[in-house]
Nanobody, 123 residues
Framework: QLQLVESGGGLVQPGGSLRLSCAAS????????IGWFRQAPGKEREFVAT????????VYANSVKGRFAISRDIAKNTMFLQMNSLKPEDTAVYYC????????????????WGQGTQVTVSS
């Protein structure tokens, strides 16, 4: 079974950077897409970004476009979310998720989820 494990969250000051990792195991991921979502306290889950494992298609939410970027280490089966110029409103639990291609903005279409990692942006 496909398993996803996130790491890399923490406390960072506004304007700072963090890199989240999503390590996948259990499947050959060429046919899959990875999505990043976040959920802040008292708010609904929000789409952040998505990319095919092969990297041929990606989409970012307007709220993070130009600040966040997805990259991959195929040899390690790991996807990264580089987050720059962080703002207090980026504070949330961040999740990676996976589904068969194509990419999707909708969290309900993803079959596999990681446990989440907390990101707190505060001075």
């Amino acid at each position: 079974q496909l398993q996803l494990v996130e790491s890399g969250g923490g406390l960072v000051q506004p304007g700072g950077s963090l890199r989240l990792s999503c390590a996948a195991s259990g499947f050959t991921l060429d046919s899959y897409a990875i999505g990043w979502f976040r959920q802040a306290p008292g708010k609904e889950r929000e789409f952040v970004a998505t990319i095919t494992w092969l990297g041929d298609n990606s989409v970012y939410a307007n709220s993070v476009k130009g600040r966040f970027a997805i990259s991959r280490d195929i040899a390690k089966n790991t996807m990264f979310l580089q987050m720059n110029s962080l703002k207090p409103e980026d504070t949330a639990v961040y999740y990676c998720a996976s589904k068969l291609r194509p990419i999707s903005y909708s969290g309900s279409s993803y079959n596999y989820w990681g446990q989440g990692t907390q990101v707190t942006v505060s001075s």
